[in-house]
């Protein structure tokens, strides 16, 4: 009896030990993101901007295919066609415990009340105020299409988190919270300046 629950206990703990490998030595391995799918991105977030009279200088690309240990937030600078800034960005844990990265690799969306979901669509970054995350900033943020109309009444708007890293964690990913794109308090010190000074509104398209 003791020979069969000594020869169990080895094979949990070889598999224990063989996932956690696997997971880490894809650090690796990493996704290689799709430029060119992002530039596309870009030019078609730039003709909503001509058209609906939004700032043209630069918007904000959030793209949730990425696994959220790697960066999937862009900056694009339409001056210079390109990306200025690069950055992690949190979603919502959904069914999932809050703060963990239990969805890191595929993220449920949707635009309903108490979800705790992120929601997909372009939104409107609008007023700045007092937040009770991170550096205390936040940017209310207004959904622009029928997957986001919520946005405003689930009070989704873009803040930093302590929980946030500055940088890339793969296979980790970043901590979820209950639907807001979260960035780190620097990266949001490097934004915060952009935002505060434009005299258009800027645009924020989360896509899948």
């Known amino acids: 009896m003791k020979k069969v629950l000594a020869v169990a206990l080895i094979i949990i703990v070889s598999a224990f030990g063989y996932t956690r ?5 894809a650090i690796t391995t990493k996704p290689k993101i799709n430029t060119i799918t992002l530039k596309h991105k870009a030019q078609e977030a730039l003709a909503f901007c001509k058209k609906n009279r939004y700032n043209e200088d630069f918007c904000f690309l ?30 919502g844990c959904g069914k999932n415990p809050w703060s963990f990265d239990w969805s890191r690799e595929q993220a449920s969306f949707s635009n309903v009340d108490g979800s705790h979901c992120s929601a997909l669509g372009k939104y409107k970054i609008a007023e700045r105020a007092y937040s009770n995350w991170g ?33 890339e964690v793969y296979p980790d990913g970043t901590a979820e919270g209950w639907g807001c794109p979260t960035i780190s308090n620097e990266n949001m010190k490097l934004v915060d300046p952009m935002l505060q000074t434009t005299k258009k509104p800027v645009l924020m398209w989360i896509y899948k």
Do not use: C, Q
């Open 21 to 25: 490998y696997n997971r880490y030595f």
């Open 62 to 91: 959030v793209d949730m295919s990425i696994h959220s240990g790697l960066n999937r937030l862009f900056v694009y600078d339409y001056k210079k066609d390109t990306i200025s800034m690069r950055m992690l960005v949190g979603h």
């Open 135 to 167: 550096i205390h900033i936040k940017y209310v943020l207004h959904g622009l299409e029928a997957s986001n109309s919520n946005a405003e009444s689930r009070f989704i708007v873009f803040h930093s988190w302590e929980k946030v890293p500055e940088k």
